[in-house]
Each structure stands twice: as structure tokens, then as C-alpha cells.
């Protein structure tokens, strides 16, 4: 069964991560959209923030623990305001940022990585206590094939390349509905 969201549940998760966003730039309580039932349910999701195509922040929850509007709105500010890779958002740049969202299928522990559809799945990689994730969209975008996609799983978890060829590697795949702002 595939995951679908329509074009206004869609518009919903955009609204609700922008306003989450903006709400903490202005440190005001945010005022997000009444979600549908589907979005009440609990789901997996990330918030990738792009800066005139550059990313920006990502970060999401892959284990669904609360109900999708909420993961979205928290993983919106956290990409915002909590990616250690990059200073928090300022209002200055807020105008400027695309909001993309990935909303997450549960994740499938895979015996073969002959089952990985390059651009369809995602990675979750896991050995020992170090685990590594990469969005579907990621290999799509580089133009890799499914060897280099596994191998920069590896590098995400801070493991060595060839990681994913190891019995005590675990790999699970999982898919996602990718939408984003349309810019004009």
C-alpha cells in the first residue's frame, strides 16, 4: 500500500512548518491550519530547508511518535534552528527559504540490497552503535547508483564505505511522499 497525500494536505504540512518557523522568529505562538484526520495520525517526516538552492537545515524524525502535523512543525523548527551544521535561520533569511518535505513510510529491514529502487527508497543503516540515513531524493538528486548510495550511508553514520557489505550491517528502506513550496 503506497502512502498518499492530497494537494491540500500537502498545502497543510507547508503552512504548518513556514508558520512554525516564522511563530518562533517572532516569538509568538504559532497559528497552524486544522489538520485533516490523516494528518492527526502518526507519522515519520523531514524538513529540508533549501536557501537559493543550497540546503539550509534537515532534520526529521523516522520513528513515528506523534502525529504527523506535530513531527512536521517540530522537525521545521529544528531544521531551522537545530542543525549543528549550520548557524540558526534569521528572520532576514526566512523570505528566502524552501521548504521541502519528505513524509516517511515505515521502515523495511531488507535481506538483499538488490530490494534498495534507487530513488524510490530511502537508507537506514545501522552497525554497531553508529547509524546513518539518506532521504530517497538524495541519490536522485547526484545521479548515484545503488553501490554509492549505500557507501554514503556509511560515510553519514561515520562508518567506512564498504560498511554495508559487512553481516553485522543491518539496512532497512523505507519511502516517502516528497513535496516543496512552489516558488515564484
Known amino acids: 500500500m ?23 522568529l517572532e516569538k509568538r505562538k504559532p497559528r497552524y491550519p486544522e489538520p485533516t484526520e490523516l494528518l ?5 517526516a523531514f ?7 543550497n540546503l539550509r537545515g534537515c532534520i526529521g524524525f523516522v520513528i513515528a511518535s506523534k502525529p504527523l502535523i506535530d513531527t512536521v512543525a517540530e522537525a521545521a523548527q529544528s531544521s ?13 533569511e526566512v523570505k528566502a527559504i524552501d521548504i521541502e518535505i519528505s513524509v516517511l513510510s515505515p521502515l523495511r529491514r531488507i535481506e538483499s540490497v538488490e530490494e534498495i529502487r534507487v530513488g524510490v ?3 537506514m543503516l ?3 552503535f553508529r547509524s546513518g540515513l539518506l532521504l530517497p531524493q538524495v541519490a536522485a538528486e547526484y545521479g ?16 567506512p564505505g564498504d560498511c554495508w557489505r559487512s553481516a553485522d550491517t543491518e539496512i532497512e528502506i523505507f519511502s516517502a511522499v516528497v513535496f516543496g513550496e512552489e516558488q515564484s
Do not use: M, N
Request: one cysteine or more; hydrophobic letters at 35%.
Open 2 to 24: 503506497e502512502f498518499q497525500l492530497s494537494p491540500e494536505e500537502k498545502k497543510i504540512l507547508l503552512q504548518t512548518a513556514r508558520q512554525a518557523i516564522t511563530a518562533r
Open 40 to 44: 492527526k495520525k502518526k507519522c515519520g
Open 47 to 53: 524538513v529540508t530547508l533549501h536557501k537559493r538552492g
Open 80 to 92: 531551522a534552528f537545530g542543525d549543528p551544521r549550520f548557524p540558526a535561520l534569521t528572520a532576514g
Open 121 to 123: 527508497h530511502g537508507i
Open 126 to 128: 545501522r552497525s554497531g
Open 144 to 159: 548515484w547508483d545503488r553501490d554509492t548510495f549505500l557507501t554514503h550511508t556509511c560515510y553519514k553514520a561515520g562508518l
